[in-house]
């Protein structure tokens, strides 16, 4: 199924862990990612959790050097561009459990196809 592997790339999209934007350089992701496992390391409260669309996540400083591995690769940080299109602010997402669930309409909504309420023309 998609739709796991789907939020797992969006949880971990090495932007929303590193905190920068899709223009950034390379030089600026590095600084950032080697700030980052500074504070780690000296287990500051205030960077211990970053905001993803799907709300907060736990960072840790394995997950700040492999976001860092990912951007240095040009193909897997075009990917995770396009993932990082999506505001970095709590959204709903679809539940899996059941398909008679409203919250599935509201899928399409969220990227851009469709309206609630609305078939096909």
């Given at each position: 199924?998609?739709l796991?592997?789907l939020?797992?790339a ?8 590193l905190?920068?934007?899709?223009e950034?350089?390379r ?8 700030k980052?496992l500074s ?6 409260a205030?960077?211990n ?14 997950l700040?050097?492999q976001?860092?591995?990912?951007l ?11 993932l ?11 539940s899996?459990?059941?398909e ?7 899928a399409?909504?969220?990227?851009g196809y469709?309206?609630h ?5």
């Amino acid at each position: 199924m998609y739709l796991p592997r789907l939020i797992k790339a969006i949880e971990g999209n090495p932007f929303y862990v590193l905190g920068v934007s899709t223009e950034c350089t390379r030089q600026e992701f590095e600084r950032e990612g080697q700030k980052l496992l500074s504070m780690l390391a000296l287990d500051l409260a205030e960077i211990n959790t970053y905001a993803t669309p799907l709300g907060n996540r736990k960072r840790t400083p394995e997950l700040v050097r492999q976001s860092m591995s990912e951007l240095r690769d040009p193909s897997r940080r075009l990917l995770h561009e396009m993932l990082a299109a999506l505001p970095a602010s709590e959204i709903k997402t679809p539940s899996v459990n059941s398909e008679q669930d409203d919250r599935w309409i509201e899928a399409p909504a969220l990227f851009g196809y469709g309206s609630h309420g609305q078939g096909r023309r």
